[in-house]
């Protein structure tokens, strides 16, 4: 993880230790459905996407804790 990443990265990278490389494609699925295909996610947009993320991650995952811990770590990361 570089020492700082975007919130895409960050986001990608936690989802990764969950369930490998599906955690991209899945993060894109959702920006492409929002109409942020380019993954540029504007800030106030960014409670928009946690929650069709969270609807969208595997059942057998913790869904709720995955997403307060990307809260808290994207409240903490710059948005480059």
Known sequence: MSENP???QFT???LAREIGVLG???VDDVLFDLGFEDGELPPRQLMTFLARLQR?????LDREAIIQELVAGLL???NS
Do not use: A, H, Y
């Open 6 to 8: 975007s919130w895409k």
């Open 12 to 14: 990608v990278e936690r």
């Open 24 to 26: 991209e494609i899945i």
């Open 56 to 60: 969208e991650l595997p059942e057998t």
């Open 76 to 78: 903490s990361t710059p």
